[in-house]
């Protein structure tokens, strides 16, 4: 008995149309910038909890104003490349996070740019901090 295999032309198509799916569902409204908000401001806090690991690596800082935040950070990757791994922070530490928050009213979450945590600052998306 013979498979029939499909050809690269209708595996293309295959794999184009899941991955326009992906695009309409969450996978797009969690990556990316378009769920956060264009200003750019500081959230301070406790760390209460810490995940490395993908999608993204996250930080759950409680702030004296409004409680519990996520802090979203880069991909697991790009997090490490900037100097930031499971060692450079741990709850209960102090962090200033500057970001973008979510511009969904009542959301206490930030995709946070850069990171201060231990007196150290972490760039995680260098090329996205506005200056002054």
């Keep these: 008995m013979t498979t029939r295999h499909p050809n690269p032309i209708d595996r293309r198509l295959v794999l184009g149309a899941a991955a326009a799916t992906l695009a ?3 996978a797009a409204a969690h990556h990316g910038w378009s769920w956060a908000d264009g200003a750019q401001t500081e959230l301070t806090g406790t760390i209460r909890e810490i995940y490395i690991g993908a999608p993204h690596p996250t930080l ?17 990757r790009q997090t490490t490349a900037a100097g930031f791994t499971a060692a450079s922070a741990q709850v209960g530490d102090r962090v200033l996070a500057l970001g973008n ?6 959301e206490r979450r930030l995709k946070a740019v850069r990171l201060t945590v231990r007196e150290r600052t972490y760039d995680i998306y260098p090329d996205r901090i506005r200056r002054g």
């Design 24 to 26: 309409a569902g969450g």
């Design 101 to 106: 928050r979510s511009a969904q009213d009542g």
């Design 60 to 76: 759950r800082v409680e702030t004296a104003q409004d409680g519990l935040w996520t802090v979203e950070l880069g991909n697991p």
